[in-house]
């Protein structure tokens, strides 16, 4: 089935620092590609996303471009912040199997002042 | 507009007890999905109802269970509590099917 793999954690930074998070995903069908965050004791907010081959999905300064040919996603912003603290979640939805999201473990992410 | 509402937020049951979790979606949405989150196990899809049917499922025994009025509004039950079962429960609603936008907060639910 499909599935999706994240990098492990926690990712500390300092502020400023340049952010990738990789992701890569199985798939048998032409997902569409999504970035989660999760701040504490929240429910999902969802980041940005992409819904086919090449395209850039973009949302407060995070980017991430959907990679057929190496089945990736990366997350990546230039300059952290304090307040972008959090657990990041990779995610895809192929219609071939229902109106569903399958996850990645997530990543936390700590950013020091 | 309001989003995605879910009660209660906080929930404490003891083992073999059942629960309900309700989450109502967003105006007009008739999508409404149910995941559940663990430390172990991370983010499970649990199902998915549109139009008050059952329209797809995750890998969850019978104790799992839910339905959708015709206002849309979800209700998930878990019967029969273990405490493998406590969890965050999200509930996301969408207007199209591969909209997967709102999520609600949650329902923390704690099985002692």
């Known amino acids: 089935g499909d599935s999706v793999t994240q990098m492990e954690g926690p990712v500390t930074l300092s502020e400023e620092a340049c952010l990738t998070i990789n992701c890569t995903y199985t798939a048998t069908g032409y997902p569409s590609l999504f970035w989660y965050v999760q701040y504490p004791g929240e429910g999902l907010q969802l980041l940005l996303k992409?819904?086919?081959?090449?395209d850039k999905g973009s949302n407060k300064g995070f980017e991430a471009t959907y990679r057929k040919e190496t089945t990736s996603f990366h997350l990546e912003k230039g300059s952290v912040q304090v307040s972008d603290s959090a657990v990041y979640f990779c995610?895809?939805?192929?219609?071939?199997?229902?109106?569903?999201?399958?996850f990645g473990a997530g990543t936390i992410l700590r950013v020091k002042s | 507009k309001a989003g995605v509402t879910q009660t209660p937020r906080y929930l404490i049951k003891t083992r073999g007890q059942q629960v309900t979790l309700s989450c109502s979606p967003i105006s007009g949405h008739r999508s409404v999905s149910w995941y559940q989150q663990t430390p172990g196990q991370g983010l499970q899809f649990l199902f998915e109802y549109f139009s008050e049917t059952q329209r797809n499922k995750g890998n969850f025994p019978g104790r799992f269970s839910g339905r959708q009025f015709s206002n849309s509004r979800s209700e998930m039950n878990v019967s029969t509590l273990e405490l493998g079962d406590s969890a965050l429960y999200l509930c996301?609603?969408?207007?199209?099917?591969?909209?997967?936008?709102?999520f609600g907060p949650g329902t923390r639910l704690l099985v002692l």
């Open positions: 996301a609603s969408s207007l199209e099917t591969g909209d997967h936008t709102n």
């Open positions: 992409a819904t086919k081959a090449d």
């Open positions: 995610a895809l939805s192929d219609l071939e199997y229902g109106n569903k999201l399958v």
